[in-house]
Structure formats: structure tokens, C-alpha cells
């Protein structure tokens, strides 16, 4: 949130609304940011010397509204953190991988938990499939970052059920 | 007959055997006029002839298949083939096109062997050809165009007929993420305009994410995974 704040400051001085609504607009999709978020990420920045506040105005008989600029050492954070690649997530202990193991060593159908599962999965993509269908080019983009992810997902619940037999003798199940 | 109400093709406890395997073992399946339904399951799991089956290609060696009132599985070679040309519609993994005609003659031949004259089948050849956008390539040659416009010439041609049912085998399986996602929403998109149903046999799930629901096969039995049939 820090980071996605402070590129937005890059393009000139913002007030907390106005950033908001930009963020709204570029990445709040499904969840927009609520108003306290962005006052407390502003007010830790302040503090770490990333942004400045370049002027204060009246709000007319309601509370200041400050505009916020980002620093130099803000431009050097946001540019490090963008050139910083992200950790790739291996999930090895994911809590998919617990239930099988759970199933298997208490006798339970391991099988019927991962159709169950994939169902589940193939449901969500057919939302976002459908969102993408009827949505704009960010939208496209955005539904195909978590299709990609759910597919894989869904490849690895494929070959655990081909390996179901396997798993259980080593969990000694 | 009509063991699945409501149903425009359903099959019943299909059972097919090569060999010493079974490759269908009790399956049934239904689908519904404008339905898309996704067929999966690993290799080998007897999707395909599953699809074959409910398509009239082959018969099962016991069960039925319900269409109209009529039952696949007993009907003669000949009105199976009858059947086939006028209400289902196909697309393979690889679009089969015949490669010493245009691709426009590609899409109208349908209807010219069902008896079309050649200028009306050049005319609904030419607006689904529109539709799957890929009128530029009307007086080209299959091996002339991009795989991904080789296969939206396939799908025009699986539609041209105004098939009740298309069957769709892999039909993204040559194509890349973008081609591929394409000829989805051209052809889910078609099949709810026409209210035709789709049986899709795929084993990518972002490809089956376009149909309405799905079932797994696996080992010559289906499971639907909405619990319907």
C-alpha cells in the first residue's frame, strides 16, 4: 500500500481523497480503499521522510485537507522497490496439502476432497472468466493474473489425485 | 424416451470396451439446449469416447443416447450420419480443414452436402466467416492462414449448419493463451445467440471455464461436479 501510494504521488502533490480515488480507480477493483487506510499509510510516510506535506488548506469550516508530495527519498523507495523482483510463493505447507494429509491419516475420502476442491475452483474462474468477458482491458488483466494462478492450482490438485495412493503410504496412512 | 426431462441430448449407463479396458463404464451425461458443458479428466479417462459416443460417431456397446425423441445408440449407420449433418456441428483440435479449398468453401461445404445451393451457402458461409472475424481470409487456403484463424474458419464451419449441438474436441489444444481464449468467447458467445448446446472436451481449465458446468471422467465413469445427472 506504502509503495502503490507513493508512485501515485510521482505524477505531482495529492490530497488524501484525491488519492483514493486514484487508487480506487487503478487497483480497488474489488476492494476500495477505505479513507482511514490511506490517512495511516500517509502518516507513517510522513514519519519515514518519503512524502512531505506541500500545503494545507482550509476546509471551509470542516477539518484542513493536507497535500501530500512525495520526497526524494520517497522517489529512491519507490524506484528500489519496483526494481526488487517479488519472492515467488512456493504454498509447500499450504493449508490444500494439510487436508489431504488430514483425510488420508483419519480415513477420510482424500479424492472426494480434491473434486470437491477443483469445483470450487473451476466456480471461481467461471466468475472471473465471465467478469473478463464483460469487463475493460485492466480487468482482462487482472482476471487472467488469477486464472493463470488458479489453473495452476488446480494442475497440482490433478496430480496429487493421481498420486493419492502414494501419498498415503508415506503419511502411513 | 426422455430418462433426463428438460434434456436436448443425454446418455444413460454407455459402456465401451477396446480391447481388455473398458473405456466407458457406466457413464452417463445431459445437456440442455444453450448449455456449455466441459468434459474433463485425465488422458485416457474415455472423454473422447464419451464425445464420440453421444456424436453418433461410434456406437456403444450398451446404453442409450437420447436425441429428439430417438435413440443414437440403435439407430442405423446411415440415419446416424443423416443426424449428424444436420444438427450437430464439430471442431477438432487441429481444424480439419479440407486443405485444397478456400477457406470460405471450407465453411460452406456443410451446406452444400446437405444440398444448399452454392450461392446461398456462399452467403451464410461469408456472415459466419464475419462473425468468427475471419472474412479476410475467405479466398485463402488453409495452410495460407494462422493457426488461430485456421480454427475460428473451423468453428464458422461447425456453425454454419445451425447445429442444435456442437461438439468441440480440444479445440484450443494447438492454440496459443490469446488465439485460444478467443475462439472460446466466439464460440460460447455463438452458442448462446443460436441457443445451440456445446459438449467441450478440454483438459485446460481456463478453456473450461467458459462452459456452464462441468464433469469429470475418469476411468469410463463420469462425476458431475454440480451433482445433476
Not at chain 2, 96 to 101: A, D, G, I, S
Amino acid at each position: 500500500m506504502g509503495h502503490t501510494l507513493l508512485g501515485l504521488l510521482e505524477s505531482g502533490p495529492r490530497h488524501g481523497y484525491d488519492l483514493k480515488r486514484a487508487f480506487d480507480e487503478k487497483f480497488g477493483h474489488d476492494r476500495p480503499v477505505h479513507y482511514g487506510q490511506i490517512y495511516a499509510t500517509m502518516s507513517r510516510l510522513l514519519k519515514s521522510g518519503l512524502v512531505a506535506i506541500d500545503g494545507v488548506e482550509s476546509g471551509g469550516g470542516g477539518p484542513e485537507r493536507k497535500r501530500y508530495a512525495i520526497t526524494e527519498a520517497g522517489i529512491s523507495d519507490v524506484g528500489q522497490w519496483l526494481g526488487r523482483p517479488e519472492k515467488p510463493q512456493p504454498y509447500l505447507q499450504s493449508t490444500l496439502y494439510t487436508k489431504v494429509v488430514l483425510a488420508l491419516v483419519t480415513g477420510r475420502s482424500a479424492a472426494g476432497l480434491l473434486d470437491t476442491q477443483r469445483a470450487e475452483h473451476l466456480r471461481m474462474m467461471r466468475i472471473l472468466t465471465d467478469r473478463k468477458r464483460g469487463g475493460d482491458f485492466a480487468d482482462q488483466l487482472i482476471c487472467d493474473h488469477a486464472l493463470f494462478h488458479m489453473e495452476a492450482d488446480l494442475r497440482w490438485l490433478e496430480l496429487t489425485a493421481a498420486r493419492l495412493d502414494r501419498l498415503a503410504k508415506e503419511v502411513g496412512a | 424416451m426422455s430418462a433426463y426431462p428438460g434434456s436436448l441430448l443425454w446418455a444413460q449407463d454407455l459402456r465401451k470396451v477396446y480391447g481388455p479396458t473398458p473405456a466407458l463404464d457406466g457413464a452417463s451425461f445431459s445437456v440442455r439446449a444453450g448449455e456449455v458443458v466441459a468434459v474433463m479428466g485425465p488422458s485416457g479417462s474415455g472423454k473422447s469416447t464419451l464425445l464420440h459416443c453421444l456424436a453418433g460417431i461410434i456406437s456403444p456397446d450398451s446404453g442409450s443416447i437420447g436425441y429428439g425423441g430417438q435413440d443414437l445408440a440403435t439407430m442405423s449407420d446411415a440415419r446416424r450420419s443423416a443426424l449428424r449433418r444436420s444438427e450437430f456441428g464439430f471442431v477438432f483440435q487441429f481444424g480439419q480443414l479440407v486443405p485444397e479449398l478456400t477457406c470460405t468453401e471450407n465453411v460452406a461445404l456443410p451446406l452444400r452436402l446437405a444440398g444448399v445451393g452454392r450461392k446461398e451457402a456462399q452467403r451464410a458461409a461469408l456472415e459466419w466467416m464475419a462473425r468468427l472475424e475471419v472474412a479476410e481470409v475467405g479466398d485463402k487456403r488453409p495452410g495460407e492462414v494462422s493457426g488461430g484463424q485456421g480454427q475460428r474458419v473451423a468453428v464458422a464451419r461447425a456453425l454454419v449448419t445451425s447445429p442444435r449441438v456442437i461438439f468441440a474436441d480440444e479445440p484450443t489444444g494447438a492454440l496459443d493463451s490469446l488465439n485460444g481464449e478467443r475462439v472460446m468467447q466466439l464460440l460460447t458467445d455463438a452458442s448462446r445467440e443460436t441457443d445451440a448446446a456445446v459438449v467441450l472436451v478440454t483438459h485446460e481449465a481456463r478453456v473450461a471455464a467458459y462452459s456452464d458446468r462441468e464433469i469429470v471422467v475418469r476411468d469410463g465413469k463420469v462425476r458431475d461436479m454440480a451433482g445433476t445427472v
